[in-house]
């Protein structure tokens, strides 16, 4: 079974600041990796993924994220944050072996203090 | 704006009805996928469909089903509903199979009251 922790309920940080969310999955087989972020009273929005290649992955509004196979982790990061990234934000990973099903993280609140 | 679309935005009904929840999909993607985030539970998966054939399954309950139609809409069904099946039901579209990102709607808030 695939399973995926958000060990940080809430993560604050001040404007300005970089910021890092923690993911840490389990899988059997490849991993696919995802990070969603949800405004409130909206559904979520993706952000970036790692299907395979650079373990850095680029995505949007200056997000990246790390894929670390060893620590089996998928840490959000941003240089510097803004009080607009305040937001929940969820780590997603599907494997190859069961194509379709998701399993998101129970979420990680990020908010940004002016 | 995701390009999916969801119907009704509110739904508020009694213990023991049955609901019908619509989703349509981006233009062009052909998978369809149903979650339930509730405060408790989190983000659950619940049912895939890829063009009109169900793909993969979930933590759906049997008093819920889903289909996709031809036109690649689709609808979950929730019957003899109760209290803690109010929820938020997202549906998501993605082109494919593989794992591609997926596009999430607005949502369907469900009061069972």
């Known amino acids: 079974a695939q399973s995926v922790a958000q060990p940080e309920d809430q993560v604050n940080v001040a404007e300005g600041n970089p910021l890092t969310v923690k993911c840490t999955y389990s899988v059997s087989g490849n991993p696919y990796l995802f990070w969603y972020v949800q405004y409130p009273n909206r559904g979520l929005q993706f952000l970036l993924k790692y299907i395979t290649g650079d373990n850095l992955v680029k995505g949007s509004y200056g997000f990246e994220a790390e894929f670390n196979k060893s620590q089996t982790s998928f840490h959000l990061k941003k240089p510097s944050a803004l009080v607009s990234d305040s937001a929940l934000y969820f780590c997603?990973?599907?494997?190859?072996?069961?194509?379709?099903?998701?399993?998101f993280g129970d979420g990680t609140t990020l908010t940004v203090k002016p | 704006d995701s390009g999916v679309t969801q119907t009704p935005k509110h739904l508020i009904t009694a213990t023991g009805q049955r609901v019908t929840l619509r989703c349509s999909p981006r233009?062009?993607?052909?998978?369809v996928y149903w979650y339930q985030q509730s405060l408790d539970q989190g983000l659950q998966f619940l049912i895939q469909y890829y063009n009109g054939e169900e793909r993969a399954k979930g933590n759906i309950l049997e008093r819920f089903s889903a289909q996709q139609f031809p036109d690649l809409h689709s609808e979950l069904n929730l019957s003899s509903l109760e209290l803690g099946d109010s929820a938020l039901y997202f549906c998501a579209s993605s082109p494919g199979t593989a794992p591609y990102e997926q596009y999430f709607g607005p949502g369907t808030r469900l009061t069972v009251t």
């Open positions: 997603a990973v599907r494997d190859g072996t069961n194509a379709g099903k998701s399993t």
């Open positions: 233009s062009g993607d052909l998978s």
